[in-house]
């Protein structure tokens, strides 16, 4: 049945034709938000209100910033070319460039508020949530915008608008979340860790699979036989890997 779909897949509101694409990456978000404040409000904040909004606004401009940024910069000669380099950074993203930028904001905005507590670990299984829901969306724009994967004779190719049988990236990536989500379920409910290494877990094993996945994706080469977001993989995953290297988990 996937074998017969016409990509880009389009849905129809209000008398007007729309990629499905954005929906549901809009749909993943609503979702994705709607979760976290469930389990914010189940948990104790020890932060209180003011400071977790503050802390919620950073990581926005964060990663908006950040999402752009990398996104624009992972082909650089076409952001030298455009004709309205604004333009082009504000129609490139990458979830790569929102977590990174997500992260730095964060970390200052806690410096600037004089608070050490850890506070990405209620934001983990809604971020992983949000971020499968908007694949979907990737998968059904298929050749279409920059989220497919190279050409394939392996037996999971799919034809995705084009000529050519390529990895269904996004798919992968559905499937990676998914198993992450019932891992990191498992972790949290088996040991006993500092408040953090949850969040500190997710993203290490987020880039790290985003860094090989890349392997398999039309990309720019820009230093080292590595792309833009490769190379931002190994920065996030050396930080996390140092963080995490002192932690001990005990068992329940």
Same mark, same amino acid.
């Given at each position: ?10 849905? /129809? ?8 694409? !954005? ?12 979760? %976290? ?5 189940? /948990? ?10 503050? $802390?919620?606004?950073? *990581? ?16 650089? /000669?076409? +952001?030298?070319?455009?004709? &309205? ?6 129609? &490139? ?21 004089? #608070?050490?507590?850890? @506070?990405? /670990?209620?934001?983990?299984?809604? +971020? ?9 969306? =990737? ?11 190279? !050409? @394939?004779? =392996? ?14 990236? *996004? ?10 989500? @019932?891992? +990191?379920? =498992?972790?949290? @409910?088996?040991? &006993? %860790? ?36 490769? $190379?931002? =993989? ?7 890997? %140092? ?7 005990? #068992? #329940?």
């Amino acid at each position: 049945m996937l074998m017969t779909i016409e990509f880009p897949v389009t849905i /129809d509101l209000f008398g007007k034709t729309f990629l499905l694409h !954005p929906f549901m990456e809009g749909l993943g978000m609503f979702i994705g938000m709607r979760y %976290y404040q469930l389990l914010k409000w189940k /948990d104790q904040e020890s932060l209180g209100h003011s400071n977790s909004l503050l $802390i919620v606004i950073a *990581a926005g401009v964060g990663a908006l910033i950040g999402s752009h940024l990398i996104g624009s910069l992972e082909r650089p /000669d076409e +952001l030298l070319s455009a004709s &309205n380099i604004w333009a082009y950074i504000w129609v &490139n993203n990458t979830i790569i460039g929102g977590l990174a930028g997500g992260l730095i904001a964060v970390e200052l905005m806690k410096k600037l508020m004089g #608070k050490k507590e850890s @506070t990405g /670990d209620l934001m983990v299984f809604p +971020l992983i949530l949000a971020i499968a829901i908007g694949r979907v969306g =990737c998968f059904y724009t298929g050749v279409f915008e920059q989220t497919y994967g190279l !050409p @394939t004779e =392996c037996p999971f190719g799919m034809y995705l608008g084009d000529a050519y049988k390529r990895h269904p990236v *996004a798919l992968y990536e559905i499937a990676f979340l998914l198993l992450l989500f @019932t891992a +990191l379920q =498992c972790f949290k @409910t088996r040991y &006993n %860790y500092h408040k953090g290494v949850l969040f500190q877990l997710f993203m290490l094993s987020y880039f790290s699979f985003r860094f090989v996945l890349d392997f398999i994706k039309p990309r720019a080469i820009i230093l080292f036989g590595l792309s833009t977001i490769q $190379i931002t =993989c190994i920065v996030v995953i050396i930080y996390y890997i %140092y963080l995490l290297n002192s932690e001990r988990f005990i #068992k #329940k």
